[in-house]
């Protein structure tokens, strides 16, 4: 097993100077297990609990994973196609697995309008494509015009925040684009663990979207 290297609050920031093509979350190792911390204001907390901490996933392989796990589950409803139309019982507006789909199109694309400072005036829900081809399609749209912009910033800008104004909240919330990437990537396995439940109430199999999987190809 691994050794963790020690260390106290003092020389924490000294002996642990983040690159900028990290992001977060981080993996800090302390005598529970591994804990998740966001910001530099947990890092000084988990630090006085830790005796180490590991970078846990870089932007780049983030975005990869994510697209990685759009293929899965793209590949497991052209097996499935009975599974494209599953619906299930929620409280949510969003009551099935192309429902589900449209939403984190259309949310994807409200993010990257956010990182250009003009989100969309209408909601891609509400006239989202019907089809599975037309779905997948216009989120592979979305997700390659989000890496292309992400992808062209350089270290200042990764971290320049952007005031993103949200509809249920009435102040803007700053955040950088490494934090925008990372919003969409949990938003997407949020929802896609909901569907992997839908498929499974169907008896549909779904992907193991494990980033552990993804490592091994």
Known sequence: MQTMPTFNDETFHELYSFPDEFIIPYLVWHRWG???????????HASKL???IIPFMESRDLLSYGDSAIKKLHETLLENPEGFEVTFGTISKFKGVRELIAHLVGAEERWYGHTQGKPPAARYEDNAAL????????WQLRRDRLKEFYFGLDSAEL??????????REEPVPMTPKQI????INHQLYHTGQISMAL??????????????YLCH
């Open 34 to 44: 591994y804990i998740w911390v966001r910001d530099d204001d947990y890092y000084l």
């Open 50 to 52: 830790a005796s180490g």
């Open 131 to 138: 089809t599975m081809d037309g779905l997948f399609g216009d």
């Open 159 to 168: 971290t320049a925040p952007i005031s993103v104004k949200l509809a249920y």
């Open 181 to 184: 990437v990372y919003q969409v």
């Open 200 to 213: 499974q109430q169907a008896s549909i199999d779904p992907p193991n979207f494990d980033y552990v999987l």
